[in-house]
């Protein structure tokens, strides 16, 4: 009975819970319904968030510590503090602490981002590097006039497509060099000629680039002729498939660094220099040093039993200890004093692609406002002027345009590998002033790990200008998962004659970090003196169209 009794007390909870569950259900649908009448709204873009992270992140934390913070080589940033952590170590896993700064907050960032971390994951640090956003931003389309040169036919082949034809007098040694109008039937130099812009020498992500440094430093040289002009030796190689480079011999160990007495100008050129120039100026994102490959050259069979030059091979002879040894003709460094000598016949060499021949694509030659005076008494103008760079922005060209930009830029490259040695630069004449700066002669480059030399960094300091590509690059390299000295280690490391030994020493590639830390901030101290005094902006903003997806406004 009194289980009958409960029972029956429980139908009208049944039937309470039963009306409940439907009031549920019918909500759930409703809720639904108006949710799917909704506008959906696509997210932003990934890589929108990334370049306001980098764009918003403060540097000031770089000023904190004494009020005469140089340069030295005991100066430590953050980037250096993580450098006893393993290479692979991925930071940002937890949140960022105290301590860690701004630094975590931003690498945080960078990794939270859905486009930068697919891209980048699992990837080497340079392949991580080029996979992020910053370097995959879209670019301005190319007009007919953005192209250097152009395939003109000269004769039609018998199936009707147009045919052009190279023959040498010395059939033995070239090539018969024939292509249409597909560029797979191109050499890989000619390649490299026809993808030059306005506004860079070669793309980032090229897939002709590692065919033209693999011809650099592998295929069969039938020319060695020495290059006229400059004060050290230098030769034009030339190759079967009518493509030519330029040497640049060793002159003295890797691990040698310059006297702290030797003037800049009384400096040896560096082989290694000038191929880790090239890698450089690749991952800073600028593309305007042509490429260079390291090599191991045979003196005798790939220079003197095939050259032309007569004035070279009456300057070759054998050493003491039966090396062979040749000096050239020179202004200054081409005597038995300054010989170039394999061991006994090998010696290294850094070979940088030609550009092309100035009948085709005439280039002018512009004096560097920041020149050095070369002189071991004078000051240059700019050294005694606080005000210089005023004088500057009111004269052409660098009144008009970015031109003063991309002197800042070529400064900042500098600095990085303590370059004092860049008194003119160049630009192609088809272009006028709108267009890159080639980076050349880089020779003078890494001569000094220990000591950095501020005056580089003149004009960024006295015109308090930057590109915001360039800022927001430049602190992507100082994030510890893309550490700049990390990335260069790996860049470095595809050449061919880190077999022998690294192309920079670890004191070089530290001395790269130190020096980056330190244009940022000079470029925070810009920013400070800027609101002090009321002037005008820093960063000029050359991707202002990115963070609206569209095409940029700038370049």
């Known amino acids: 009975m009194k289980r009958w009794g409960l029972r029956r007390c429980s139908r009208p909870a049944c039937l309470l819970l039963a009306c409940l569950s439907l009031a549920l259900h019918l909500f759930l649908a409703l809720s639904s319904l108006s949710l799917s009448q909704t506008p959906c709204r696509p997210p932003a873009r990934p890589r929108t968030k990334t370049i306001r992270a980098l764009a918003d992140f403060n540097f000031t934390w770089l000023e904190a510590g004494s009020p005469g913070r140089g340069t030295g080589a005991s100066q430590v940033d953050s980037s250096h503090q993580d450098a006893s952590r393993p290479h692979d170590e991925k930071a940002g896993n937890s949140a960022p602490s105290l301590e860690e700064g701004p630094i975590a907050s931003?690498?945080?960032?960078?990794?939270?981002?859905?486009?930068?971390?697919?891209?980048?994951?699992?990837?080497?640090?340079?392949?991580?590097?080029?996979?992020?956003?910053?370097?995959?931003?879209?670019?301005?389309?190319?007009?007919?006039?953005?192209?250097?040169?152009?395939?003109?036919?000269?004769?039609?082949?018998?199936?009707?497509?147009?045919?052009?034809?190279?023959?040498?007098?010395?059939?033995?040694?070239?090539?018969?060099?024939?292509?249409n109008s597909s560029s797979e039937s191109h050499p890989p130099w000619l390649r490299f000629h026809l993808g030059i812009t306005r506004w860079q020498l070669?793309?980032?992500?090229?897939?002709?680039?590692?065919?033209?440094?693999?011809?650099?430093?592998?295929h069969r040289v039938v020319s060695a002729v020495q290059k006229s002009g400059g004060t050290q030796l230098k030769l034009v190689m030339s190759f079967p498939n009518y493509g030519q480079a330029l040497l640049k011999p060793m002159k003295q160990e890797r691990d040698a660094e310059t006297d702290f007495n030797l003037f800049y100008f009384s400096d040896f050129e560096r082989h290694n220099a000038e191929i880790a120039a090239f890698h450089l100026d690749r991952v800073l994102g600028f593309q305007r040093i042509p490429p260079v490959a390291g090599r191991l050259i045979n003196v005798t069979s790939e220079i003197r039993d095939i050259t032309t030059d007569r004035k070279l091979a009456r300057t070759f002879y054998t050493s003491p200890v039966g090396n062979v040894c040749f000096y050239g003709q020179c202004s200054y460094y081409?005597?038995?004093?300054?010989?170039?000598?394999g061991r006994p016949w090998a010696l290294e060499a850094s070979l940088a692609v030609m550009l092309p021949d100035r009948a085709l694509a005439p280039r002018r030659t512009w004096r560097s406002p920041w020149r050095r005076s070369y002189s071991r008494s004078k000051r240059a103008q700019w050294e005694k002027d606080p005000n210089y760079c005023a004088k500057v922005k009111a004269t052409p060209p660098y009144d008009r345009g970015t031109r003063l930009l991309d002197l800042i830029d070529m400064a900042i490259l500098d600095f990085l590998m303590n370059n004092m040695d860049r008194h003119h630069y160049e630009t192609f004449e088809k272009f006028g002033n709108d267009t890159f700066l080639l980076h050349l002669d880089n020779g003078r480059a890494f001569g000094r790990?220990?000591?950095?030399e501020p005056s580089i960094l003149a004009p960024l300091r006295?015109?308090?200008?930057?590109?915001?590509?360039?800022?927001?690059?430049?602190?992507?390299?100082?994030?510890?998962?893309?550490r700049l000295s990390d990335v260069m280690r790996e860049s470095l490391s595809r050449d061919g004659l880190t077999a022998a030994a690294p192309l920079l020493t670890e004191a070089h590639l530290s001395a790269l970090d130190r020096r980056l830390a330190a244009t940022l901030l000079t470029v925070g101290r810009c920013r400070?003196?800027?609101?002090?005094?009321?002037?005008?902006?820093?960063?000029?903003d050359d991707i202002a169209g990115y963070d609206g997806g569209g095409v940029a406004t700038g370049r």
């Not at 590509?469 to 390299?477: N, P, Q, V």
């Not at 400070?528 to 000029?540: A, F, T």
């Open 528 to 540: 400070e003196r800027q609101r002090e005094l009321g002037g005008g902006e820093v960063v000029y």
């Open 334 to 341: 081409c005597s038995t004093e300054h010989a170039v000598c």
């Open 202 to 218: 070669y793309q980032r992500q090229d897939p002709d680039l590692q065919p033209l440094l693999e011809q650099l430093a592998t």
């Open 106 to 179: 931003l690498n945080m960032a960078t990794k939270m981002d859905p486009l930068a971390k697919s891209a980048g994951a699992g990837l080497p640090k340079l392949s991580a590097l080029f996979s992020h956003p910053l370097y995959n931003l879209p670019r301005p389309p190319l007009h007919e006039d953005d192209w250097l040169l152009k395939v003109k036919p000269k004769v039609k082949g018998n199936n009707g497509d147009s045919v052009q034809e190279w023959l040498s007098d010395n059939k033995e040694a070239y090539d018969t060099a024939q292509w």
């Open 462 to 482: 006295q015109c308090c200008r930057i590109r915001r590509s360039t800022l927001l690059r430049l602190r992507l390299l100082a994030l510890p998962r893309y």
């Open 449 to 452: 790990h220990s000591r950095d």
